[in-house]
């Protein structure tokens, strides 16, 4: 009896693995449901460092992931963005950091020389090693959050370092959700008398951001930033 339990165990173990979705790949109900793969796990394709036409060599595709490599020469950084604009959608992808390490999830973007960086008209979800990075002081610059405007360390719940996070953000007609690993870290209105406080009591007051999310479209950017980060099942579906 106890044998053929753990031939059974063993079996089952073996079957649901073989049933584990490959990474960076839609099943059929995720097809038919509409979900688009952002990032095919082999090139980079669909995505352009901010204000140029390629993507800069710090960005690299290694064994399935996007890796931003810190290593590389400055020259070949930037934040990626999408060719494509988006406006109401589900995106949903997976990201991890080197220990110390500091990225984020910037959305509608306006792709413009007049604005010189993804963060002048783009909010983020911040990605953070929430124990080491150095831009670990303000609760709302932890991981998951909206940064700089809201979410605190009772939400931000990022897995060990070296591990896989996986992202929910939703965004339909202006109304934004974020989920890290199953938590809701944000939820709320762009451009309501709330958000218009919470944009007052940041650093995105400042003349320097007059154009800061206020259009609820645009392009989705994985930030440049100190350390190194990596990303894979990067898909979107449109609502």
């Known amino acids: ?18 049933v584990a979705q490959t990474p960076n790949t839609l099943t059929k109900q995720e097809k038919k449901q509409g979900w688009k793969l952002l990032f095919d796990g082999k090139t980079t394709k669909g995505w352009h460092t901010y204000l140029r036409d ?25 934040d990626i963005v999408t060719n494509e604009m988006y406006e109401n959608y589900e995106l949903n992808l997976e990201w991890k950091v080197a220990k110390g390490s500091n990225s984020g999830i910037i959305f509608d973007i306006q792709e413009d020389p007049k604005y010189g960086a993804t963060y002048l008209t783009g909010p983020e979800m911040q990605v953070l090693d929430n124990i080491d990075a150095s831009d ?46 199953g938590i809701k870290t944000f939820e709320g209105q762009i451009g309501s ?31 440049e930033h100190p350390g190194s980060s990596q990303w894979r099942n990067i898909k979107i579906l449109p609502l």
């Not at 009896?1 to 073989?18: D, E, P």
């Not at 390629?54 to 930037?78: E, H």
């Not at 998951?144 to 360390?153: E, F, K, T, V």
């Not at 995105?204 to 989705?220: C, H, L, N, R, T």
């Open 1 to 18: 009896m106890k044998k053929t339990l753990i031939v059974f165990t063993a079996f089952a173990l073996l079957s649901g693995a073989a």
């Open 54 to 78: 390629t993507v800069g060599s710090k960005w690299q595709v290694v064994d399935g992931a996007l890796v931003f490599d810190q290593t590389k020469p400055r020259s070949g950084g930037g």
């Open 136 to 181: 670990n002081k303000k609760e709302n610059h932890l991981a998951g959050c909206l940064y700089d405007m809201s979410g605190d360390a009772t939400v931000s719940k990022p897995v060990p370092v070296g591990e896989w996070n996986k992202v929910r953000l939703i965004q339909n007609k202006g109304h934004l959700t974020f989920y890290l690993n």
């Open 193 to 223: 008398e709330e958000w218009n406080k919470l944009v007052a009591n940041s650093k995105f007051k400042s003349e320097a951001f007059a154009d800061f999310a206020k259009v609820a479209k645009g392009k989705i950017a994985l930030q």
